[in-house]
């Protein structure tokens, strides 16, 4: 299996002194997705809940919507010339009934660690049917609550603690409890990884749910909380304008620049208590 971390040498300069020692890397690896043995999508990853993943991939593209489209997970060996297996090729196969991707959406399979969408076509196809309608849920919590969630995340990262280049995404109950948090070095990744793992335990649509992302809240993370049916995304950094207008669109509570006691409440403020202006 894949390992998270690797360590190289590096020159390290301080103070006008140097020295040579060892450094713990983000390993970053591409991982292709398969399913049913037709190659879907190739994305750089940090190894480490794959299987999650490449769920919580197939729920952002509106293929799966619960535990039971999906009939199996594995790694496929024969991935290299010599038969072995790198860890780094995953087969899906769909449950009875469910449909495989749509094959006429034209895209490019590679996505960057920093972009899930970078291939699309247009935004006609991103914006894929929500399947978890996030306008009517009543879920609401507390600005205070909501605040502490940064640290929350920042305390349970194992990975980054060593090297300080993994982004997370963590899922909260109303009352600011931690249910999940996956790390990984694209942002797309963390929050595939944390849908995933909500899906293969059964529990989509995440109706009471809120999910804090440790970079900025893009357009896709948006579309997929929204498609997991979370109705509160919160970033520690800005969202972009497309992001908001989607959140405003579907009815999620956006939330960006959330740092100590100050934030900035884009889409449904009602959530946290306040009426809108």
């Known amino acids: 299996m894949g390992r998270m971390t690797s360590r190289r040498l590096v020159l390290r300069v301080h103070d006008g002194g140097h020295v040579t020692r060892p450094d713990t890397l983000t390993v970053e690896e591409p991982l292709e997705i398969r399913v049913a043995g037709k190659p879907l999508s190739i994305t750089m990853r940090t190894p480490g809940d794959d299987f999650d993943l490449a769920a919580g991939f197939l729920v952002g593209e509106g293929v799966v919507r619960a535990a039971a489209d999906i009939r199996s997970i594995r790694y496929c060996a024969g991935a290299t010339a010599d038969g072995g297996n790198t860890y780094n090729v995953l087969d899906v196969v769909l449950g009875d009934g469910v449909a495989p991707p749509d094959a006429s959406v034209e895209r490019n399979f590679y996505t960057t660690s920093s972009c899930g969408l970078c291939g699309k076509a247009s935004l006609d196809a991103v914006r894929t049917t929500i399947t978890g309608p996030v306008d009517g849920d009543p879920f609401a919590t507390d600005p205070a609550t909501l605040a502490a969630l940064p640290d929350e995340l920042r305390a349970a990262q194992r990975v980054f603690d060593r090297t300080g280049g993994l982004h997370a995404a963590g899922l909260f109950d109303a009352d600011g409890k931690l249910r999940c948090l996956r790390e990984d070095v694209g942002r797309h990744n963390a929050v595939d990884k944390v849908i995933g793992w909500a899906t293969r335990a059964g529990e989509l649509p995440l109706s009471g ?23 509160l995304l919160a970033a520690v950094s800005a969202p972009s304008s497309l992001a908001v207008d989607l959140a405003a669109e579907l009815g999620l509570t956006l939330v960006g620049f959330l740092r100590g006691t100050s934030m900035n409440v ?6 946290l208590g306040f009426q809108p202006s």
């Open 209 to 231: 749910t809120a999910l804090m992302v440790s970079g900025r809240a893009s357009f896709e993370l948006v579309q997929k909380a929204a498609m997991a049916g979370i109705p």
């Open 266 to 271: 884009y889409t449904r403020p009602d959530r």
